[in-house]
């Protein structure tokens, strides 16, 4: 008599040596530190002496030893100071990917899909008849003899045009995106923080497009009474600082990026949780935190408008619940014509991923 026999379930031991447990616990704790070894030392000692994490045969001083032969961590000539490597940066963004978007190979084409077959990228399952000027790369030659068998027999086989067919393909397209991050002071503030998974996603991103989509541009700038860009490896350090939001700024320096940028797709994914509350005129600051003032936020609109006609999207990340908050970022998005998410800050890089590798029309 055959049957089902039910267990209890055993988890699978882990099978990571005592070095990449720790190196995984401490890379989180560098993003969470902006970088900074001396205290994320000091809080993976801390957790130690807590939860156990080491033993008699491997301790914290042996992990450290190894971080530094194996490239993980360097001594600063100048200073005497224990910095992080390019090595630790890079483990950082992989590790941000693989939470958030899971893992993920490398393409050496763009893979954004669009609705639209030709000479693209990447067959698909439907074929055409041949036409002057198709790839003989494209031919479909199992498809071409049966035809060929069909229209003119077995016995005195030959092929003619009219028998080819040609695999259809795909074309994908490339994308520049603008990430702006909202480095203010509110990102920190409430008991939430929200600074350190906009930085995770901002990683994570950066490190999906350059492993599989090599033909796309990133470009990462933070905003609180100024904007500036920032590169791909200073994102770790990232650090919210005593700043107003000048949402203003950020958009026009995004504007000013894309706008040289060559690919015909462009768009601004921005994370921010709080209002517009800073404009910069001439070299003075124009600075409101109470409420939503009428001159800074007609400022907004008329970008998100400009970015319109740009044909430049812009989606918003908001990790804030406060329906006043939310109904600015309505108006926002409906003067672009882009896309709005309140997500949070545990599905913000769901959210991300999401729109940025299904391109959907959908408010939410």
Known sequence: MRGIIFSRYQPNDDTRSPFQKLLDLFTQLLTYTSGDVTEAMQWLTELDKEFGLTNDEYGVGDFIQE????????ENAETGEIEITSKTEQTIRKNALEEIFGKLKKSTVGNHNIRKSGMGDELNAETRPFEFGDSIDQLDVTASIRN????????????????????????KTQTSTALMIDISHSMILYGEDRITPAKKVAMALSELITTRYPKDTLDIIVFGND???????????LQ??????????GLELAMD???????????????????PTCLKIGKEYYKNSFGLDRKILNRTLNLAAQCKKLKIPITTFMVATDPWLQKFVQEFTETNSGKAFF??????????????????RKLF
């Open 67 to 74: 971080l530094k032969e194996k490239g993980y961590l360097r």
């Open 240 to 249: 919210v600082g005593p700043f107003h939001t000048n949402t203003v700024a």
């Open 227 to 237: 904007a500036w860009q920032v590169e791909i490896k200073d994102l770790p350090y």
């Open 343 to 360: 997500s949070g800050t545990d599905n913000l890089g769901q959210f991300l991923f999401y729109d940025f590798e299904n391109g959907k």
């Open 257 to 275: 990026i894309l706008r040289r940028r060559r690919n015909p797709n462009k768009q601004i994914f921005m994370i921010t949780d709080g209002k």
């Open 148 to 171: 060929a068998q069909i229209n003119h027999g077995i016995d005195s086989f030959s092929i003619h045009q009219d028998d080819l067919e040609i695999k259809e393909t795909d074309y």
